[in-house]
């Protein structure tokens, strides 16, 4: 099955301090990305789209100088949290569709990365 | 505006059946997907419909009908392990999920 890793797991960092989240397809190649974030007991919420080779599209509301997002290959996608707060403390996820058709149009998800911004 | 509506939280029973339904209201409509969540994980896919009708995959199954603008998710024989958010997302006209908020399903022995 479609695998998608996400690196770190799990992260502390100090207030002011800018974070790099990596989302990798492992064995598929990905020209969409998905970053999504999720506050406790609320549901996803998607942060921006990002496609291969171009710039992310942001949704309403989402810093897109806050939130650096790059997908420069097929398989990586990094988001890049700069001069984090403890407001932006959550659970990042990302997903990942294949390139392609794809009659179920499925995202496959990555495990998350908790953030916790001290 | 888009929209998709399921329960909070919902309680069963072990070894029961139950029915988790979720309605929307979306600019377009490519499909509708269920996810399950556990606390502190990511979302792992159940099931995918696009036509109307039933689809049977196990102890799961997932119903459709667009002209309603409605679904469901059917657990039967529900185990302890079943204990999770279950999430309804639609793929609007622009391929993109919109995402309901979640049913917290608490199973109790």
């Known amino acids: 099955g479609a695998v998608v890793s996400q690196h770190p797991s799990r992260v502390i960092c100090k207030s002011g301090t800018s974070v790099k989240i990596e989302c990798r397809s492992l064995?598929?190649?990905?020209?969409?990305m998905f970053w999504y974030r999720q506050f406790p007991k609320q549901s996803l919420m998607l942060m921006a789209t990002?496609?291969?080779?171009?710039?992310?599209?942001?949704e309403q509301g989402v810093e897109k100088d806050k939130f650096l997002i790059n997908h420069a290959s097929l398989t990586l996608s990094t988001l890049t949290v700069t001069s984090a707060h403890p407001e932006d403390s959550s659970f990042y996820i990302c997903s990942a569709r294949p390139s392609g058709f794809s009659f179920h149009n499925e995202q496959f998800f990555g495990p998350g990365t908790r953030l916790t911004v001290l | 505006g888009q929209n998709i509506d399921q329960p909070t939280e919902m309680t069963a029973t072990e070894g029961a059946i139950v029915q988790i339904n979720c309605t929307y209201q979306t600019s377009g409509f490519n499909g509708l997907f269920w996810y399950q969540q556990h606390a502190g994980e990511a979302p792992t896919f159940l099931s995918y419909?696009?036509l109307d009708g039933l689809e049977e995959k196990g102890r799961f199954s997932s119903f459709l009908s667009r002209s309603k603008g409605y679904s469901y998710l059917l657990l039967k024989e529900l185990q302890m392990k079943d204990s999770a958010s279950y999430l309804c997302a639609v793929l609007d006209s622009n391929y993109q999920l919109i995402w309901g908020a979640g049913t917290k399903l608490i199973i109790k022995p």
């Open positions: 064995d598929f190649q990905a020209t969409t």
């Open positions: 419909n696009v």
């Open positions: 990002s496609n291969e080779g171009s710039k992310a599209t942001y």
